[in-house]
Nanobody, 132 residues
Framework: QVQLVESGGGSVQAGGSLRLSCVISELDGRSRCVGWFRQVPGKERVGVGRISFGVSFEDSSADYVDSVRGRFTISFEKHKRTVFLQMTSLKPEDSGVYYC?????????????????????WGQGTEVSVSN
């Protein structure tokens, strides 16, 4: 079973930056698609971006939802088995608990961020608070 551990959340003022980390226990076919999601109390998780990997995890491609495109960047360091979510120009509406989720690459379409598959594995989340 692939396991994910997020970290890096915190409290910042609007306009600030944070970098979230998602450490992946196993780099294999079950984790070639990793997405980042945000959830606020009483609402469903909302996808913010995803990254898909080639078979050897040497190549990758990232995509973002419109609300964060240009402000958030997803990157990967293979030797650390870690996917990062660099968040800049943060807004109060970016606040929430951020989760990463992993799934096989066949699920790595835009739909992954809207309706994650039941096979997706989730981390425990890390909280981000952005204040004015």
């Amino acid at each position: 079973q692939v396991q994910l551990v997020e970290s890096g959340g915190g409290s910042v003022q609007a306009g600030g930056s944070l970098r979230l980390s998602c450490v992946i226990s196993e780099l294999d076919g079950r984790s070639r698609c990793v997405g980042w999601f945000r959830q606020v109390p009483g609402k469903e998780r909302v996808g913010v971006g995803r990254i898909s990997f080639g078979v050897s995890f040497e190549d990758s491609s990232a995509d973002y939802v419109d609300s964060v495109r240009g402000r958030f960047t997803i990157s990967f360091e293979k030797h650390k088995r870690t996917v990062f979510l660099q968040m800049t120009s943060l807004k109060p509406e970016d606040s929430g608990v951020y989760y990463c989720a992993a799934a096989p690459v066949g699920y790595c379409t835009a739909a992954f961020l809207v309706r994650p598959p039941s096979v997706a594995v989730w981390g425990q989340g890390t909280e981000v608070s952005v204040s004015n």
